[in-house]
């Protein structure tokens, strides 16, 4: 498939994907470590809330980070 997926190629539907897949990999990832660490609901809630905060919070910065020459479309469709 030449091109990539058909929303995806939207930049702006692209970062908000990265954003959200990075916002659900914090959730996962902080859900596992915080429930191994203690079995209060509250403090896995709250984990569970500040990985995906940090997540997507992540996936902001790396996209701000990258130069705005890799960022724009290639007009190639």
Do not use: K
Not at 37 to 54: F, P, R
């Amino acid at each position: 498939m030449n091109g990539g997926i058909p929303p995806l190629r939207d930049r702006r539907f692209a970062a908000a994907f990265i954003v959200v897949v990075h916002a659900m990999v914090g959730v996962f990832v902080t859900g596992l470590v915080v429930s191994l660490l203690t079995t209060s609901t509250v403090v896995q809630g709250a984990g569970v809330l500040v990985g995906g905060a940090l997540g997507a919070a992540f996936a902001a910065w790396r996209i701000r980070r990258t130069p705005e020459e890799e960022r724009e479309d290639d007009g190639g469709y």
